[in-house]
């Protein structure tokens, strides 16, 4: 299957900083990303969709000013956390379009002091 | 709107006793249905996928089949390196390639 890498795998910052998570599709082209966030013991939740391009889609209630999405590349997405404050602590999986499949990252832990 | 059930939240199995998970799911428009495993801190790892009604996929002890309603993951004769959660999620003609995802079954497999 298709390969997608995530980087940081863990990060720890202090409240009021930003944070940058990069996603990367290793071995093909990607012209659409997601990102998501997920809290334990729950499952997926969508937070926006990235277009190679073009301006990411929010999903309601997720704000688009504090979590900056920039898909530069065919191959690369990153998702910044603007301001980051504790209850931004989650884990962060992006994953990719291959065909009709999508393809995840291994994930990012954030952790907000 | 799309939306996905699976069922049981959670199960526990001695190891090689086979047993299925559930996921019923209502869409409009099926594009496809797909499984995941997913292991603590760590991304899903795609399992299959399936497209119409009938359809069945296998990989080693898991076996995935489709009805208009529901698919079932068959895990024959687990092993404890199966444990994880499994999810289901579906992709309807509305959802912009965009994937539902329901909560997950949590096996554990007992040794």
């Known amino acids: 299957g298709a390969v997608v890498s995530q980087h940081p795998s863990w990060v720890i910052c202090k409240s009021g900083t930003s944070v940058k998570i990069e996603c990367r599709s290793l071995?093909?082209?990607?012209?659409?990303m997601f990102w998501y966030r997920q809290f334990p013991k729950q499952s997926l939740m969508l937070m926006a969709t990235?277009?190679?391009?073009?301006?990411?889609?929010?999903e309601q209630g997720v704000e688009k000013d504090k979590f900056l999405i920039n898909h530069a590349s065919l191959t690369l997405s990153t998702l910044t956390v603007t301001s980051a404050h504790p209850e931004d602590s989650s884990f962060y999986i992006c994953?990719?379009?291959?065909?009709?499949?999508?393809?995840f990252g291994p994930g990012t832990r954030l952790t907000v002091l | 709107e799309d939306q996905v059930t699976q069922s049981p939240e959670a199960l526990r199995l001695q190891e090689g006793e086979s047993s299925s998970l559930n996921c019923s799911y209502t869409v409009s428009g099926l594009r496809g249905l797909f499984w995941y495993r997913q292991d603590p801190g760590k991304g899903p790892e795609f399992l299959f996928t399936l497209y119409s009604a009938g359809e069945e996929k296998e990989k080693e002890r898991l076996k995935a089949t489709l009805t208009k309603k529901e698919s079932f993951l068959h895990i024959t004769a687990p092993k404890p390196e199966d444990s994880a959660t499994y999810l289901c999620?579906?992709?309807?003609?509305?959802?912009?390639?965009?994937?539902?995802f329901g909560s997950g079954t949590q096996l554990t497999v007992l040794p």
């Open positions: 994953s990719a379009l291959a065909g009709h499949e999508q393809f």
């Open positions: 999620a579906v992709r309807g003609s509305g959802s912009a390639r965009q994937l539902t």
């Open positions: 071995d093909f082209q990607a012209t659409t």
């Open positions: 990235s277009n190679e391009g073009s301006k990411a889609t929010y």
